[in-house]
Antibody, heavy 121, light 110 residues
């Protein structure tokens, strides 16, 4: 069974930093691309970032480019999102999600339960 | 910021057929696969349709997808109370080099 468990969310002040983690299990982590997708309270889904299986290809939404960094650790079967210079508009539930193949693009097929990030003074 | 446009709401009585549209452009729907997700209240999204019209294992055949040009649609036939949820379309956008999602459609079973 594919399982994705996010952690690291919480309350942070504007301008602050936070690092999200996603522990993956139930599949061969090294052969799949991974993604972060967020959802602001009461709003729709917004893609944040994607990383290919080999980390050779990394993509960011314009809204986070230069502030967020996606990375993965195959030894730990984990995906990360380093978030710097956080703004109020970054407040959202952040979902870790798997793509169906190592290359991008491929369908995002499994999602974690999400972790809430709140940016407020 | 959503690039794909969906109607904000759709509704039907049990057993009816409901259709949700998704409008995009040549850089996303027009040149890439369309995906559909179902998000039940308080839950994470779940993949419903991939590659325009394919259903993952376990998804009832009441759900079907289609694509034509720069638009796509999701049909739910034999509507059931458990289908009450938000539905999102998505596609890769070659110009943006990233996934784009629809604005979302809330389906209500009357």
């Amino acid at each position: 069974e594919v399982l994705l468990v996010e952690s690291g969310g919480g309350l942070v002040k504007p301008g602050g930093s936070l690092r999200l983690s996603c522990a993956a299990s139930g599949f061969r982590f090294t052969t799949y691309s991974m993604n972060w997708v967020r959802q602001a309270p009461g709003k729709g889904l917004e893609w944040v970032s994607s990383i290919s299986s080999s980390s050779d290809y990394i993509y960011y939404a314009d809204s986070v480019k230069g502030r967020f960094t996606i990375s993965r650790d195959s030894a730990k079967n984990s995906l990360f999102l380093q978030m710097n210079s956080l703004r109020a508009e970054d407040t959202a539930v952040y979902y870790c999600a798997r793509s169906s193949a190592g290359e991008l693009p491929s369908v995002v097929d499994y999602w974690g339960q999400g972790t809430l990030v709140t940016v407020s003074s | 910021q959503s690039v794909l446009t969906q109607p904000p709401s759709a509704s039907g009585t049990p057993g009816q057929r409901v259709t949700i549209s998704c409008s995009g452009s040549s850089s996303n729907i027009g040149s890439n696969y369309v995906y559909w997700y179902q998000q039940l209240p308080g839950a994470a999204p779940k993949l419903l349709i991939y590659n325009n019209n394919q259903r993952p294992s376990g998804v009832p055949d009441r759900f079907s997808g289609s694509k034509s040009g720069t638009s796509a649609s999701l049909a739910i036939s034999g509507l059931r109370s458990e289908d009450e949820a938000d539905y999102y379309c998505a596609a890769w956008d070659g110009s943006m080099s990233g996934y784009v999602f629809g604005t979302g459609t809330k389906v209500t079973v009357l």
